[in-house]
């Protein structure tokens, strides 16, 4: 049971597991910029609120045409 | 001190998805209840929000030890992963690409699984109904506890969150009492719907704080990432329904 309770914990953070990694990726990306001092503040925020409304069309997007195949 | 708008965007947050959360228990407990008597569905329960009370317990104290940005920036990411998820699966529901979640087809599904299991005698306790109901409970309670501490912690709000989500369960919790049936009615996917865009602009705006973004507008940002997230998704529900139903 404390298995199953487990696996379902994680599924609450990641359904599409490529929408979880770029998800990731985009934070890491930016936090490295904006703590590393290569981006200034705004420009951390900027990208935080560009690509992560991108990230989400792009995994509906994906999931959407593979639905509609019927696969 | 943070604002009204403040105040009641994780309050209101904390209600819708706490909501989602236990009309989903509710379903589980009301068709071990039905299936196989009150008593261990209620046990079941009782026993599942006792551990919950125990995590909690534990995990309460340790929120102050943390320090805020880094309190912020896991809670934000968390935010963003179950944020997102929830409103991607909202949008694909919406337009037609995945089916509805159906409670009445979750009742009876639960229902026909605990009748078909052996029966045991009256008198000795169900533990397969039992265990049913306590997992039921502790894991949307989880969830419930993970919302609170999400939408809460970053910004010292647990009060108004815990709130949120305790009017929400125990509105359920009263509705479900009365009507012995699941809420079926409900318009879960419109709630997962605000709570996913509600969720992601939270995230958003709490790991951006966390690395030092200073929004303009201050905690009225939280309001333009609800609005652009909105936007979003309703511009994919838009573009994606009429090919969907095209195609169906």
């Known amino acids: 049971m404390i298995g199953a309770v487990i696996k379902q914990l994680i599924g609450l953070f990641v359904d599409d597991e ?23 503040a705004w420009l951390a925020g900027l990208m935080l609120a560009l690509a992560l409304p991108a990230a989400l069309v792009a ?8 639905g509609t195949r019927g696969d | 001190m943070p604002n009204l708008t403040t105040i009641i965007s994780v309050a209101g947050a904390s209600f819708a998805a706490s909501f989602v959360e236990a009309v989903e228990a509710l379903t589980i407990v009301l068709a071990v209840g039905l299936a196989r008597g009150w008593r261990p569905a209620l046990s079941g329960a009782a026993a599942a929000i006792v551990a919950l009370a125990l995590i909690v317990a534990v995990l309460g104290p340790l929120m102050s030890v943390v320090p805020i940005h880094a309190l912020q920036f896991v809670v934000g990411v968390l935010l963003l992963l179950f944020g997102q998820r929830w409103l991607r699966k909202a949008i694909l529901r919406a337009v037609g690409v995945i089916a509805l979640h159906d409670e009445d087809a979750a009742f009876a599904r639960e229902t026909r699984g605990l009748t078909e299991a052996q029966q045991r005698r009256s008198r000795e306790f169900d533990w397969i109904a039992g265990v049913t109901a306590f997992k039921a409970v502790l894991v949307e309670g989880i969830e419930v506890v993970f919302i609170v501490i999400a939408v809460g912690a970053a910004r010292g709000l647990l009060v108004f969150a815990s709130a949120g989500a305790l009017a929400a369960c125990v509105a359920v919790a009263a509705v479900g009492a009365a009507i012995h049936r699941p809420l079926a009615r409900v318009p879960e996917n419109a709630l997962k719907f605000a709570v996913g865009v509600m969720l992601s602009a939270f995230g958003l705006f709490w790991t951006g704080e966390s690395l030092g973004v200073g929004w303009p507008g201050g905690d009225a940002a939280i309001l333009a990432f609800i609005a652009l997230f909105l936007a979003v998704a309703l511009a994919l529900v838009a573009l994606l329904k009429p090919r969907a139903a095209l195609l169906a």
């Open chain 1, 59 to 66: 995994s509906v997007l994906r999931s959407a045409r593979r």
């Open chain 1, 18 to 40: 490529l929408l979880a990694a770029t998800v990731l990726c985009v934070v890491a990306l930016v936090s490295a910029l904006a703590l590393s001092g290569l981006a200034p």
